[in-house]
């Protein structure tokens, strides 16, 4: 499937509030400034491209072909509070490709479950939903949340990893995937490679598959911090060899 997989971007809404600690040097808040948009980046905002699962090509097929992996709310948070009046037609939208599988991570685990739709029941088996934790408290406040919900797929993701974390009390069967990235960005907070090992080693531990996503712009390793380009970012960290089998390649 890895080989043959398509990948789509959706964002049926822009913008987000920070909440924790790693939405300091946000990416979007970053973007938008880089671009010079005229909005705040903590407004969230209706995207023209809401309703783009179900757009048609002139031949009357889907835009987005079947069997691809959607990127959701990559450019915002899929459970923010400013897009309370539209979530109820993307999961429509979700409901109506179930030819697609769509993917949304969210520091916002704790509204998930008065966000689902009625007939939600253990999942729908075209999402995957991940839990975006930064550093202990966060994983510590969320992920116990994470575990109790009905999810059919869940990963979790440390983004931007900000200090050593053990996520051994919250690894279990029903976790699929662990990716680690440090913090993009001129203001960008060092990632340890030494904590990528050690979530490394909690999940081999409890038969977790794991993949270091990448590098942030400081990395520091073996007593020296690399200042990393963002376009090598993501391929420095799959050179260094670290990832075991992904769901989700």
């Not at 600690?21 to 909005?39: F, L, T």
């Not at 993917?103 to 253990?122: A, C, H, I, M, Y």
């Amino acid at each position: 499937m890895a080989d043959k997989t398509n990948y789509a971007n959706w964002n049926p809404w822009h913008g987000c509030t920070k909440i924790s600690p790693g939405c300091k040097y946000c990416y979007v808040y970053r973007q938008d400034e880089m671009y010079g948009s005229e909005k705040s980046s903590s407004e969230v905002t209706k995207n023209a491209d809401f309703s783009l699962p179900l757009k048609l090509k002139r031949d009357k097929s889907y835009k987005i072909p079947s069997n691809s992996v959607v990127f959701t709310c990559f450019t915002s948070d899929f459970l923010v509070e400013g897009a309370d009046l539209w979530r109820a037609e993307a999961w429509d939208m979700i409901k109506c490709r179930r030819d697609l599988m769509f993917f949304f991570f969210t520091k916002r685990v704790d509204r998930l479950e008065q966000n689902l739709p009625s007939d939600w029941g253990d999942g729908y088996e075209n999402v995957i939903i991940g839990c975006t934790v930064e550093n202990q408290a966060m994983a510590d406040y969320r992920l116990p949340i994470f575990n109790r919900l009905p999810i059919k797929h869940k990963v979790i993701i440390v983004a931007p990893i900000l200090e050593s974390i053990d996520l051994s009390a919250h690894l279990n069967s029903q976790i699929e995937e662990v990716a680690v990235s440090g913090e993009s960005g001129v203001d960008a907070r060092i990632c340890d490679y030494n904590w990528v090992l050690d979530i490394r080693n909690q999940c081999i531990n409890n038969k977790i598959p794991f993949r270091f996503h990448q590098t942030g712009a400081k990395l520091l390793k073996d007593g020296k911090v690399y200042r990393i380009l963002r376009k090598f970012q993501i391929s420095q960290a799959t050179k260094a060899g670290i990832n075991t089998i992904s769901i989700r390649q």
